[in-house]
Every structure is written in C-alpha cells, then in structure tokens.
C-alpha cells in the first residue's frame, strides 16, 4: 500500500460508534480497514500513527463561494485546514458560467463583494463545462486546492434569456433557460441555485422556476434556493419552495436554512414542522446551516428589488438621484425592503466587513450607525455614500440570528453543514475559516447539541448523498481517499469576529485523494483537488 494510518479512532460517516482500525490507502482510494484483532496489521510504503486522532470522511461545504478564490489561490487554507475536501460552488443563483461577454461583466460586477472584481482572473470561459475544465486545468495543469462541486446559477440564466427587467419570461426566453439548465446540467453541474432576494433571480415567479426545476430533476440534480425571504416572510417562503419542488418532483436543498430577525426568534420548531410534514408526505428535502448567528451579504443587497431592476449600472444611477435615493431610503428604513427580507433595516446591526476601495478601509470593523454617529451624518447618507463609492462592492456582517434557532436547526436529520464563506474584505465572516472545526469543537464537544459521530456524519455522508457521489461521505474500503484527521479533545475554530482569518486547532492532517493538503497542522504544496461533475444523465 501507498500509507497506512495506524491506531486511529474511526468515525466513518455512518453516525455509529467510533472503532479502533488500521486504514490503508492505495492509489487514491482506501483498500483497507483493519480493526484492533482482526488479523495481521496492513503494511505501506508510508505509515502515519494516528495514536487515537479520530479519522473521518473529508467535510464536504455545502455552500462555498470559492468560486474564483480556489482559481487565484493555490494555497486556500481557509478551507483545506478546517478538513473541507469539497465546496459547491455556483450558490445563490449568481455566479460565473454559463456567460456571454455581456452577462460576465454584469455578473463579475454584481457579486464584486462575494468575489472581489475578478480582474486578477483570467475569465477564459463561458460555460458550465468550461468553468469545470479551468477548475481541472489550474495553476498549469496542477489543479485547485480542495475538490468543487458547481450549481448553476439561475440569475445569471435569467441574466442572459431575459436581462435585468422585472417582468415575466416570454415563451422563447423561458425555453432558452431552459436550454441552458440542461446543458449545464449535461456538462456536469449537480443543480441548480437560485438567489431570490438577488436580482435578478427574485423577479422569476414560481411557474417559472418550476420548468427549470423540472429540467434539473430529470437530470439528477437538485434545487437549492436562497428563497424570498429569512424575514418576515420566512416560514411562507420555505412553504413555497417545498410546494414549488414537489410540483416540479425535484429534489430540494434549502441554502442556510437559517430563522433570523426578531419576528423569528423562537419559531425555529415551526420550520422543523413544515419539513417533518413535507418529508413525512415524501419530499426529498435536505439543508445546510453555518454554526454562528450573523449573516453576511453586499450592502447593495439590502436595497429594494425595484431599485437593482437594470443591474449595477442603473443602480448607482438610481443611488444618484436625490427623489429615487429618498424613495429607497424610506422603503429600506420604514417599509422594510424585499431585499432585507420585509424586515426595516436596524443600521446599529449592520457591520461593515470589506470593501473593494482601500480609501474606504477606516469604515470596516464599525456599524454603518456608529460610522454615521462618528461623522455627524444619518445612518442612509452613509450607507448611500458607501454604495456610490465604493461601487456596490462593501460587504456586511447583519447581526440578526437567535443562537436557540441555530441550535434546534443543527439537530435535523437532514441538515448539512455549510460554511456560505465569503473570502473577500478585511474583516470577513469567521465562519468563512472556522465552520466545521466551529461545529465539532463548540457544538459536539463543548455544548453537546451533537454526538460527535452524527456530528461527522452531517458533514460528510449526507451531503455527499445529497450530491449522489458513489464513493465519498464514508470511511469504507473503496471509497476516495478524502480524510480528515483530527483530535476531538482539542478541535476548534481558530477565526473570531475580531481576527477571522486565524486557521483552526486540532487537525493536523487533511487528505485529498490519499494525498496530503495538510500536514503535521500545514499547507503542503499539493494541489489534488478537481472538478467533481455530476452524471447529467436524464432520469429514465
């Protein structure tokens, strides 16, 4: 055999009791598991002594936006060192393929604050399997960090069928999105995402995303909406994409399943109730939350959906002009805006974390009401005057979760585990470095929500059925050789609110593939990572 790891507590995925095993790897895949009695110990080239360090399945990141990071950044520890061997990509129905010249300068424009502006990347595609071929032939052949799974976006399908406008697809529109779902879904996609408080995917009605649904499903793949609200109308909007995904007979998979904002503190059994119910009926339903109670988006986000109708360049526009600017303000302050969920906006909850001009840097790390307070201005102009120059590019943490919703949703027998990292600003989101070990060290060991064993397998054999992967999610002989090493007496989320980008404690190796991404605790050089496409078979 190439390795063997001797002594090792193995916690396989299956949420079952750990065991005491030798595991041995050849070739990329594990060839043998060798319990405490069960014969001769298996022999290698290489032997690691775990010495009791638990062995698992590599997490997989149900929701990443690594989408041009893991093309700029051979290293990518943030996610490799937290033990993450798969991101999907393509979240929350924006993202880079398909394109045309015209939606990639829209799009890349967009998310600038997800993704930074995308000028150090060479945008050599424009379409799904293109964007999967770039993935496998990065940095000169070598590949990318960790593996990636990719979604299709159906904003940016909107985006090049119909453009920015608020309105219905025509017949001839509709059939070309159509037309691309299926070919990206051909080309290796696993789903289909939508972001539907994001323009433009939010101006799609449920008829719409239904036939797109209906392409996804006989192509094997899943849904995984961003749905219309996390706010006021949150439990409605579950209710409406269960519906939707029934009607459709697509699977579905809810994007940070999160209940956030005062009208939801509590209510997280309710949501738990209208999936028990759905899937007691037969809806194959999944989720992913991230462990931590603030989210994170753009600022421009916040806006209302009229004011993004016409994409980035008509919103500065907008922002621009003093009577629209005034009819945002009071929609976003008073009315509570589409874009913030129904909820008005609390500017004392709203943190900036990045933004794409340096000249702006004194503003991050501090409320857009305390940045108001400290130059004597409202909350809004300051905000308006982030959004103007900054270009729409400012990020923000919005601290509005409740941590009994957070626990209560960890615990369902379908939830994943996702990280809805974004990498970009001074100051991100912790959960960006810190979700899975936040999730074994804080929430298995430390508060015990969780066994640490069904703890694992949230994070590994339930996404990776979620994805229909035939060979990752278990230790089992046969499968990839995805591993994480880790001690469960010490792991824990290094990034904090105050330094988020300080890598976690307590895994000291991380294998992708049967090779080494971490170890003794660092970034080795390897890069075995690829793009993990799904079958696009059409169901028969």
């Known amino acids: 055999m190439d390795l063997v790891i001797r002594n090792a507590s193995v916690v396989d995925g299956t949420g079952t009791p750990s065991y005491r095993a030798d595991v041995g790897i050849t070739d990329g895949r594990i ?20 010495d009791g360090l638990a062995l698992s399945p590599g997490f997989i990141d149900m929701h990443a936006h690594s989408d041009l990071a893991l093309l700029r950044d051979p290293d990518h520890s943030a996610k490799a060192a937290q033990g ?39 945008f050599d595609w424009r379409t799904v399997g293109g964007y999967l071929d770039r993935l496998d032939r990065n940095f000169g052949g070598q590949g990318i960090a960790v593996n990636a799974a990719y979604l299709i976006p159906q904003g940016t399908v909107r985006m090049l069928a119909v453009g920015w406008d608020d309105r219905p ?42 036939e797109l649904c209906r392409v996804v499903a006989a192509h094997g793949g899943y849904y995984c909406p961003h749905h219309r609200s996390y706010g006021a109308g949150a439990l409605a909007a579950y209710e409406e994409m269960v519906q939707l995904t029934r009607d459709a007979g697509c699977p579905l998979h809810l994007a940070h399943a999160t209940m956030n904002f005062g009208v939801n503190k ?51 526009t907008r922002l621009a002009d003093e009577a629209t600017a005034a009819r945002m303000r009071h929609d976003v302050e008073v009315v509570g805006s589409d874009g913030c969920h129904g909820v ?14 340096p000249e702006l840097s004194s503003y991050v790390g501090r409320t857009v009401a305390e940045s108001a307070r400290l130059r004597g201005e ?4 300051t905000a308006r005057r982030l959004l103007v120059e900054d270009w729409l590019g400012t990020t923000i943490l919005q601290h509005v979760g409740h941590e009994e919703n957070v626990r209560q949703i960890m615990r369902h027998r379908v939830h994943t585990g996702g990280s809805d990292g974004i990498l970009q600003g001074d100051k991100p989101h912790p959960r960006a470095y810190g979700t899975f070990p936040q999730y074994l060290g804080r929430y298995a060991r430390e508060l015990g929500i969780l066994p640490l064993e069904e703890c694992v397998a949230h994070l590994t054999s339930r996404p990776a059925a979620r994805l229909r992967l035939p060979d990752r999610g278990y230790v089992r002989e046969g499968y990839r050789a995805d591993l994480v090493l880790f001690d469960p007496a010490t792991v824990a989320a290094g990034s904090t609110f105050e330094e988020p980008r300080t890598l976690p404690v307590g895994i000291p190796h991380v294998l992708i593939d049967g090779r080494f991404v971490i170890e003794d605790g660092r970034r080795t050089s390897t890069l075995a990572g690829r793009a993990v496409r799904g079958s696009g078979r059409r169901a028969a």
């Open 31 to 50: 060839t043998e598991i060798r319990g405490e009695g069960e014969g001769p110990r298996p022999t290698a080239a290489r032997t690691v002594e775990a």
């Open 84 to 122: 993450v061997t798969l991101e999907v990509l393509g979240q929350d129905g924006l993202s880079y393929a398909p394109a045309d010249d015209r939606t990639l300068a829209e799009v890349r424009s967009s998310i600038a604050g997800w993704n930074g502006d995308g000028s150090d990347i060479d």
């Open 169 to 210: 697809a025509t017949d001839a529109e509709l059939e070309r999105m159509r037309e691309l779902v299926a070919q990206g879904m051909a080309e290796g996609a696993v789903g289909m995402s939508s972001g539907l408080t994001y323009t433009p995917g939010m101006y799609a009605k449920d008829a719409e995303l239904t």
């Open 266 to 316: 509590g209510k997280a059994p309710e949501l738990l109730s209208l999936l028990d119910d759905a899937l007691a009926a037969g809806a194959d339903i999944s989720l992913d939350t991230y462990p931590y109670t603030p989210g994170c988006t753009t600022l421009v986000a916040m806006l209302p959906s009229w004011a993004n109708e016409g994409g980035p360049g008509a919103v500065l």
């Open 344 to 357: 008005p906006i609390e500017w004392d909850r709203i943190e900036i974390s990045g933004v794409g001009s």
């Open 378 to 381: 409202e909350p809004w102009v």
